[in-house]
């Protein structure tokens, strides 16, 4: 359960604080809306990635017993972490000067969320294997990983907006830039296992 536990919240971290398209309509609408209008944004992840999860895991019961299909998909979200990983050590600060832009709501965040491949990207390379690993424990340990991951994706988005709407300087400090980089370090050693899982599946 611990396992599960911590490889959610590092996932979730990262995903919540990387610079992608649904951090910067959260930074935007904070900026110019309000901490409110940032966090709305920052829940849309919630709506969105459901029918992604309950299909990988339709998906996984199906493919449960092909173990090579299993470790390629192992290898490839290995592959993805990695990149993940080395982009979040390569952060630098994030551009708060946003053009000004029309009121966006929950689901203006929602579309974003809903057309970045990232979601379907981290659920069918990343999120396949754990949720594989899970499943042989128990249904409690797919509760641990799938709850921490987005109680720390959506909440750090959220404490991201409230910082934000406090302070401008915040997404160019050194503890956002340090925090990204040790992220990425725990990501690299976390595709390692990825690769070390895919490989003994593939015998």
């Given at each position: 359960m611990i396992h599960f536990l911590g490889i959610g919240i590092i996932l979730g971290l990262s995903a919540g604080l990387?610079?992608?398209?649904?951090?910067?309509?959260?930074i935007s609408e904070t900026l110019h809306h309000g901490t409110r209008a940032g966090v709305k944004v920052a829940l849309a992840p919630i709506?969105?990635?459901?029918?992604i999860i309950l299909i990988t895991l339709?998906?996984?019961?199906?493919?449960?017993?092909?173990?090579?299909?299993?470790?390629?998909?192992?290898?490839?979200?290995?592959?993805?972490v990695m990149f993940t990983g080395y982009e979040a050590i390569r952060t630098r600060a994030v551009q708060l000067d946003l053009p000004k832009e029309q009121s966006r709501s929950l689901q203006k965040g929602i579309v974003t969320n809903f057309l970045s491949p990232h979601p379907y990207l981290f659920w069918i390379g990343?999120?396949?294997?754990?949720?594989?690993?899970?499943?042989?424990?128990?249904?409690?340990?797919?509760?641990a990983f799938i709850g921490t991951f987005y109680l720390s994706l959506v909440g750090s988005k959220i404490l991201l907006a409230i910082g934000v709407g406090r302070s401008r300087l915040l997404l160019t400090?050194?503890?956002?830039?340090?925090?990204m980089r040790l992220l990425g370090v725990l990501l690299i050693l976390f595709a390692v296992m990825l690769f070390r899982e895919g490989l003994k599946l593939l015998g």
């Open positions: 990387s610079p992608g398209p649904l951090l910067m309509l959260v709506v969105t990635d459901l029918p339709a998906v996984l019961v199906k493919v449960s017993g092909y173990q090579s299909i299993l470790g390629m998909v192992s290898l490839a979200g290995g592959v993805f990343v999120g396949a294997p754990v949720l594989t690993k899970s499943l042989s424990i128990g249904l409690s340990a797919v509760c400090s050194r503890l956002y830039l340090y925090t």
